[in-house]
């Protein structure tokens, strides 16, 4: 398995899920610092998704071309066993914007 980064997306399966949880594989953005990404064997997560609408735990991004929200409210532990494959990374808007709403989410 390739070394994975913080803020990078990764396309993981994440079935099998239980109620609302986002299912099957999607892309994810890594939200575990490198630290934790090179020691452990799990990563936290949060899972990207094209139907959505504007919350206040959900980050606009654009990928290949489409609009998609981080789903900040769905952060997740994930074994690395399920990353199907490695992608691009978010830029540093991006990047500021998910650090402030999980601030909001999660600290505040």
Same mark, same amino acid.
């Given at each position: 398995?390739? !070394?994975? !980064?913080?803020?990078?997306?990764?396309?993981?399966?994440?079935?099998?899920?239980? *109620?609302?949880?986002? $299912? !099957?594989?999607?892309?994810?953005?890594?939200?575990? +610092? #490198?630290?934790?990404?090179?020691?452990?064997?799990?990563?936290?997560?949060? +899972?990207? @998704?094209? $139907?959505?609408?504007?919350? +206040?735990?959900?980050?606009?991004?654009?990928? /290949?071309?489409?609009?998609?929200?981080?789903?900040?409210?769905?952060? /997740? @532990?994930?074994?690395? /066993?399920?990353?199907?494959? @490695? *992608?691009?990374?978010?830029?540093? #808007?991006?990047? !500021?914007?998910? $650090?402030?709403?999980? $601030?909001?989410?999660?600290?505040?």
């Amino acid at each position: 398995m390739e !070394k994975v !980064k913080q803020y990078q997306i990764v396309i993981v399966n994440l079935d099998p899920t239980i *109620g609302s949880e986002i $299912k !099957k594989a999607r892309p994810c953005v890594v939200i575990s +610092p #490198d630290e934790m990404n090179k020691h452990l064997n799990t990563i936290i997560i949060a +899972p990207v @998704t094209s $139907k959505s609408k504007s919350y +206040p735990t959900r980050v606009e991004i654009e990928v /290949r071309g489409n609009q998609n929200w981080i789903v900040i409210d769905q952060i /997740r @532990t994930i074994d690395k /066993r399920r990353i199907v494959k @490695t *992608g691009g990374n978010l830029n540093q #808007d991006e990047i !500021k914007w998910v $650090k402030e709403v999980i $601030k909001e989410t999660l600290v505040d």
